[in-house]
DNA sequence: CGGGTGACTTCCC
DNA sequence: GGGGAAGCCACCC
């Protein structure tokens, strides 16, 4: 069914657009929050799609990391610095940056 | 159905 | 911290 794959792409987008300014998730966060835990793979592929329909420079890997390639890697990291975003080593500080879904409570 | 792709993850050295 | 291997899952021919 086609049908499903958009709805996910819709959620999926949908999700990484509440990421705030200033904040990052994770692949796998952005996957769970969706509602679809298991589709992180299906948030790169959306990711590649949409370009700079949305964004992107606000998902990262597990733990802070930059997935991206070397030159767009870089980018990203830039990107995110020039929204706020502090680094530790190579990676996001995610202590102060991941953010927090709440479409369960509060 | 099957094989290729990927901005993943986790584990191990 | 960097690098490699294996595992997993969904998408797209």
């Known amino acids: 069914m086609k049908r499903q794959s958009e709805e996910?792409?819709?959620?999926?987008?949908k999700t990484i657009r509440q990421?705030?300014?200033?904040?990052v998730a994770t692949y796998s966060q952005v996957a769970a929050s969706a509602g679809y835990p298991l589709c992180h793979r299906q948030v790169v592929q959306v990711l590649r799609k949409s370009g700079d329909s949305l964004p992107w420079q606000r998902v990262v890997g597990a733990g802070g990391r930059i997935a991206l390639k070397r030159e767009?890697?870089?980018d990203?990291?830039?990107?995110?610095?020039?929204?706020?975003?502090?680094?530790?080593?190579?990676?996001?500080a995610m202590e102060e940056h991941q953010h927090v879904f709440r479409?369960?409570?509060?």
Request: glycine fraction near 12%; charged fraction near 35%.
């Open 19 to 23: 990421i705030p300014r200033g904040k």
């Open 103 to 106: 479409t369960w409570e509060v």
């Open 8 to 13: 996910r792409e819709t959620a999926i987008r």
């Open 72 to 74: 767009a890697g870089h």
């Open 76 to 92: 990203q990291r830039l990107r995110l610095e020039m929204e706020g975003v502090k680094f530790r080593g190579s990676r996001v």
